[in-house]
């Protein structure tokens, strides 16, 4: 009967320590040591396990020096450029596209090769820049 009191009583000293853990044990309320060995491990029962549980952590601020932000800043604007900018030549592209089947289709004017190439590039140096369009006054073939 002893013997089972006993046993029942250094049941209550096992306690798990999970990977990346640690446990901190105390007698009566002061601390004697602590655990940091993952597995099943047994203490004196009478010692009272104390601990943290961390549930949940997250980052509030977030701070860089000063040279590193900059840096940062730099190349997220950079790459938002680059973003901008493929997005104006895209839809630059399509309105020349546009322009040229709407101009053959209406037979405005007829186009060879190389009016056609420098017309396309006139539209997406307008297009894509902030150039100013040039205005031919003269003839279309001279």
Request: hydrophobic content about 50%.
């Amino acid at each position: 009967m002893l013997a089972g009191i006993i046993v029942f009583i250094c049941w209550f000293g096992f306690f798990l320590v999970n990977p990346n853990e640690g446990r901190v044990l105390q007698l009566f309320g002061k601390y004697v040591g602590s655990e940091m060995q993952p597995g099943l491990r047994w203490a004196n029962p009478l010692y009272t396990k104390a601990g943290v549980e961390v549930i949940e952590a997250r980052i509030s601020h977030l701070a860089y020096a000063p040279e590193i932000a900059s840096a940062m800043l730099q190349r997220q604007q950079a790459s938002a450029i680059v973003a901008a900018r493929h997005k104006i030549v895209e839809g630059a592209v399509g309105m020349v596209e546009l322009a040229l089947d709407s101009l053959a289709k209406k037979k405005v004017v007829h186009l060879d090769e190389e009016r056609k190439a420098a017309m396309v590039s006139n539209l997406l140096v307008v297009l894509c820049g902030d150039a100013m369009p040039v205005i031919n006054t003269g003839s279309l073939y001279t």
